[in-house]
Structure formats: C-alpha cells, structure tokens
C-alpha cells in the first residue's frame, strides 16, 4: 500500500491553490470523489491532507483532540481580525475563555431571551410589505446582528450601526477568500485589498468599542448580575482577569461569528423552502397548528420537531461553515497514512455532508432523513455544521434558538418566492456566502 494519500497534482510553486480558489466547493467535491477518504494536495506552500471519513473526523475533533491546533499556518488577517478570542485561542487562555464565557450560553439563560428575539423579528416584518422583494440574506443578516448584540453585549444596536457593520463585512470577508497567490504577499504591503480590510476592520472595532463603552456605562453593581458576555467580561476585566485586548478580541469575535452563520442558515432554508412547496407547507401546519397565529415562545420551540428537521437539513446542504482545519503537533495516522506534524488537516462539512456514503440521494433536500430511522444508521461526525469535541461552537443552542423562533414568527405571515430562474452561485471565505443577492419577493399568507 503506498504511504502517501493519493491525490490531484498541482503546479510549481501554488500547487493546487489555483484550483480550489476558482471553486472551492468544486474542488473539494471531485477530491472527494475521486481520491477517497484521505486526501492530499498542496495549498501554496502548504501540504494538506482531506480527511472526509467520519471515524477519522471524530479521531481528530474528540478522541485525539490534544494532538492537533489551530492552524498557524493561515495568514496574520485572521489573527488581526478575532485575535485570541474563542475561535483562535489555545491552550489556558482558550480553556479559561471558555469557561468564563460558557454561563452567557447556558440554555437557562438563552431562554429568557426568546421574547426579545420574537420582538426584533416582528420589527423586521413591520417594515416589510407583502409584494416587496427583499435581500433576504441582508434582511437576515441585519436581525441577526442586532439580537447578537442584545443576547451577548446587553444591549441594544441601532440601525445606523447595523449599516457600518453591514457595509464593512465585504472587505473584510473578501480577504478571505481562496486566492492563489496571497500566500507571496505580506500582509503589510499596501495593497488595495489590504488597505481596505484594514479600514473595515479599524471601523468595526470603533462600533465594537462604543457598544462597550455603552454598556460598561450602566455597570452600577446594584441588583442582579447581568450574566451577557459583555458584563461578565467587564466585571472579569475590573477584578485583573482580563484586559481590554481581551474584551476587544472576545466581543469582536461574537459580533461577527455570532451573526453570520444563522444569518446564512435562515438564508439557505428560506431559498429552499421556496423550491419545495410541499415541505414549505408542512413547515406552515406544523406552525399554524401549533402556534394558531401566536408569537413563538420558548416552549414551542421545543416542539418544532419537523421545522427543527427543515433547518437540520439546510445546515447538512448548505453548512456555513464549509470546512475546518487543524494542524497536528506530532505526526499522526489518519485512514491508514502518516500524516506529518505541522500539515494543514481539512475536515470538510461540504464534502462529508454530500457524500452518497452516509446519505441516500444527498443532494435531494429531504427533511424527514432527520425523522425516520435512517438518522440512527448514520455515523456520528456524518454531520457536523457546529464543529465537535471540546471546541465545538459555543454558540450552538443559542443559533438553533433563534433561527427556529425567526421561521416560526415569519412562516406565519409571508411565504418567500426566489426571484431568480437559476440557482445562486457559492462563494467561499471564512463561511459560505451566496454569490448574488437573494432576492425573494414576500407574499402574504
């Protein structure tokens, strides 16, 4: 058996990077296909290896979880932009982050935000009218945004900062994406890209900060403690635990991260249920029975069974976040070949979720996979879209909570029509964004 996985070649120098930057998601795909469940190509100067089999997933994400890090291997961007907040952190400082972080997540606390995050969808329908067309990814986003910033900062955003993040999330999402030659170029040289990045990111920490300086404001110790991120952070800070590098790089990383990927989620689900009117209205019974024109609560959520599938199978489709990498430490053995330390591990979400080996007909949109027996017979890291093991996304219950009392208070008084006659294209960074504007026109139920 030959020692080395099998894989496409590549050319000098970039090797296989300007493949997988004119499509990621098609590059990963014929990989997959082609080459089985260890995969090997070069990514500029980096060796990478695909790793798409669900035990090797797990073996990585759970069982030898200490053995592999954070890629160092990406370049600074990502460090100047989340710094050591969650997403990006080793070691003590991770494990401290997230322990100090992890109460503002406990689902006891998640749900006495329901009816806040009911209010803002309803704010976002009262500006909207049945005929319209609507950005429905923009519109999504923009919710999002502001209930991360009532659930995490304790506060509330208003829509003139809703538009700065907004207009600022391009540039800042365009430097990441797959470019072929980004690797020969320092992150220092004054180009047009990085110039503009870093006038986005200079902008949205200045909202960061004055969201901070806000709610540091209201801080007066008396009654209960406010458990969001930002007060627990702030109380940390003022006892020595933390500093003000600190509550930047957590509070950056919460606004963004916090926002995107159920902003994608809810956008995903709302394109397909426009291309499946049967299960579009199965998802309006299961609503309409159970709410009877009603706002959402808590309590329904826990209900939503076959919404909560709907969502399921969106997130298996179109996982925002698309793939992950790890670097290991020491080398390791992964679907039979040596893996060496200090290689890029790609754990790819599109691959996996797609695969005809765990899924029957993965490419149909099919709900009721989540309900009938076939979601016992599946292996556990078939599906992954919240990562797994002991960095898996904290934010987990808090973005299925949401993304389920949206469609609830929305299903019940608009269907959403894609407008296009062809399918939108995928554009690949940090998450996966549509390429085109979503545009679905709102018709009154």
Known sequence: MSTEPPGPKGVPVIGNSGQYARDPFEFITACAEAYGDVVHFELGPIDTYMITNPTDIERVLVTDDAKYTKPKFQDDAIGDLLGEGLLLSEGDTWRKQRELAQPAFLMSRLSGLSDQMVDYTVGMLDDWTGGEVVNVHLEMARLTVKII????????????????????????????EPNPFRFAIPDWAPTKENREYKRALSTIEEVVWDLIDEREGTQDGDGEEPMDLLSILLRARAEGRQTDENLRDEMVTMLLAGHDTTALTLTYTWYLLSQHPEVEARVHEELDSLLG?????FADVRQMEYTEAVLNEAMRLYPPVYTIFREPQVDVRLGGYRIPEGSAVMLSQWAVHRSPRYWDDPLEFDPDRWLDERADDRPRFAYFPFGGGPRFCIGKQLSLLEARLILGTVCQEYRLEYERDEPFDLRGSLTMHPRQPMEMRLVER
Do not use: C, K
Request: hydrophobic letters at 30%; charged letters at 35%.
């Open 149 to 176: 910033v009532e659930a995490m900062f304790g506060s509330t955003i208003d829509d003139e900062r809703v538009r700065t993040v907004q207009e600022n999330l391009e540039p800042l999402g365009s430097r990441f």
């Open 293 to 297: 024109g009603d706002r959402p609560t």
